[in-house]
């Protein structure tokens, strides 16, 4: 954990900066000058409509966790960008914007790492360093619009880290995010992928937040996804499309299941044929493939497939009556997926 002793004001709802701009003994108004300016990615010293004695309390009292730009990469290809950004407290995650039709994407991570070790994953290969702030997640939006000076209009929390496994921060995040008061993003526009963490999969099915849910799948049976992803000897098929059919009976939000292609691994036809009365049996609709073509990571011997294989593939799945597509590629030449530009540098 971040062990920082000064108020996180990003982290914070309106009314808590407002208690908090009260308890320095300063009017209640002054809370929504703040809340204005950070927003914005502005520091204390910028607010120039704060009295100067108040920016120096605020300096000594509270922190925005807004973070700093260490690298930048560009695709000549499509214009995405790929964020590496520093922390206050040295750390390094990444980021993704994508431009769509519809509008700004921004792909954000949750965590400094990951200990749930999927095997084909860059960003598992150190391990967890600590879960990320709600502000630091947040602090990522913000970064990226003020260098764009454009809005972001749609989240997927898909970028290093397992969102469930810091499952209070991420729900604060999403709340913060959506509020009217904050950037407005609307909760059906976020996506959030997890890896299988059943019980915290239960607990977002209560929590009132239409989010799209994207469960990372990659075999069709217990013995292939457990050597894939540790987190299936916790947590099997079986309970998780369970839990996935219950929450698309509790939301109604479609459920988007990732499937990466890994060259002479699970992408044969009977694979395709397996894959597809597995999730007949816990769903009648409201349920789509995404194949993505494996990421190579140098430190793995996994190998991926080409897009001829990954299209075929999703027309096996078709003619089965699954809803599949080939995830299109963004930022070929930046190498855009998350965990390898943090790792390298």
């Known amino acids: 954990m971040y062990e920082n002793t000064k108020a996180d004001l990003l982290s914070m709802k309106s009314d808590e900066l407002e208690k908090f701009v009260v308890s320095l003994g300063h009017p209640r108004y002054r809370a929504k000058q703040i809340w204005q300016w950070m927003y914005r990615a502005k ?30 990469l560009v695709s000549a290809a ?82 290093i880290g397992e969102p469930l496994d810091n499952y209070d921060n991420v729900i604060r995040f999403i709340r913060l995010a959506s509020s009217p008061d904050g950037l407005g993003i609307s909760c059906r526009n976020i996506s959030l992928s997890t890896c299988g963490v059943v019980p915290n999969i239960l607990r977002l099915a209560e929590e009132g937040l239409p989010v799209t849910l994207s469960v990372s799948l990659h075999a069709s049976d217990d013995v292939a996804r457990s050597d894939l992803m540790p987190v299936n000897r916790a947590w099997g098929i079986d309970a998780l499309l369970a839990a996935c059919a219950l929450y698309f009976k509790k939301t109604g939000r479609r459920i988007s299941f990732e499937y990466t292609l890994i ?58 009556s699954i809803n599949a597509t080939v995830r299109r590629t963004l930022g070929p030449d930046i190498n855009a997926s998350c965990g390898q530009l943090r790792r390298s540098h």
Not at 43 to 72: H, T
Not at 279 to 286: E, H, I, T
Not at 303 to 319: I, N
Request: charged fraction near 30%.
């Open 263 to 320: 060259a002479n691994k699970n992408d044969s036809r009977e694979e395709a044929d397996r894959l597809s009365r597995l999730l007949k049996k816990y769903f009648k609709s409201g349920v789509h493939v995404n194949i993505i073509p494996l990421n190579p990571v140098k430190e793995r011997e996994y190998r991926t497939v080409d897009r001829r294989c990954a299209a075929r593939f999703s027309e096996f799945l078709q003619k089965n």
């Open 78 to 159: 499509d214009g995405t960008v790929k964020y590496l950004f520093r922390l206050k407290d040295g750390n390094l995650i990444e980021s993704v914007l994508m431009r769509y039709r519809y509008g700004l994407s921004l792909c954000v991570s949750s965590q400094c790492g990951c200990r749930m070790g999927c095997r084909f994953c860059a960003s598992t290969l150190d391990g967890l360093i600590r879960n990320l702030m709600p502000s630091e997640i947040l602090g990522q939006l913000i970064a990226a619009q003020t260098d764009s000076g454009e809005r972001v209009s749609h989240i997927v929390l898909m970028g």
């Open 43 to 72: 520091d204390f010293s910028e607010m120039s409509n704060l009295p100067e004695k108040m920016r120096s309390e605020l300096s000594e009292a509270a922190v925005i966790n807004v973070p700093e730009i260490e690298k930048k």
